[in-house]
């Protein structure tokens, strides 16, 4: 059976041409084998059901030709949701000004786990404001060295999605 890596980099060209990019791509289970994948827009508009369908539709259609899946399989397609992970340089970029909780590969001064108000990147760093002894203090964390990290739930990120998503259907009705 193909690795998850293996499908990424059979199914990634194709979504590129259709205005996606995937934000994860897991698969779990054995029968049948569970393949999730999480997409995004490369216009960084929402992902509605129409987007998760046609990338279902494209994928479903790449997977049978290529039969890289060996049992019964079950296809998931999602957007990242309002939480979403972080996943690409340009997310850390984008979601600046938002808190985010950051899990890295190794410890840092007996520390793997930090949360605080991302900053964006200063070249290969993520950029975190987190606070340190009631002080707001900056740190720098090696882009390479995270193991995951997530947007955490808050009132200005459902500001800011309520806002999105009434730009969205604005643009939709003009």
Do not use: W
């Not at 129409?50 to 539709?57: G, I, L, P």
């Not at 994928?59 to 890289?68: G, H, K, L, N």
């Not at 899990?103 to 930090?114: G, P, T, V």
Request: charged letters at 35%; one cysteine or more; aromatic letters at 6%.
């Amino acid at each position: 059976m193909a690795s998850v890596t293996q499908l990424e980099e059979l199914i990634v060209p194709t979504l590129e041409d259709l205005g996606y990019v995937i934000v994860r791509l897991q698969m779990s289970g054995r029968e049948p084998v569970v393949v999730q994948i999480m997409i995004d827009r490369l216009d960084e508009k929402l992902i509605d059901v129409e987007d998760c369908a046609s990338v279902s539709r494209a994928v479903s259609a790449i997977f049978d030709v290529e039969d890289r899946i060996e049992r019964e399989y079950t296809l998931e397609v999602s957007s990242p949701g309002i939480d979403r992970p972080l996943v690409r340089k340009r997310d850390f970029e984008r979601f600046a000004g938002y808190e985010a909780k950051v899990e890295l590969k190794y410890a840092i001064e007996n520390q793997r786990r930090f949360r605080g108000k991302l900053l964006g990147m200063v070249g290969d760093d993520v950029h975190l404001e987190i606070n340190h002894q009631g002080e707001n203090v900056d740190i720098a964390l090696a882009f390479d060295d995270i193991e995951q990290a997530k947007l955490l739930m808050s009132d200005a990120l459902m500001e800011a999605s309520k806002k999105e998503l009434e730009a969205s259907k604005n643009q939709d009705e003009g």
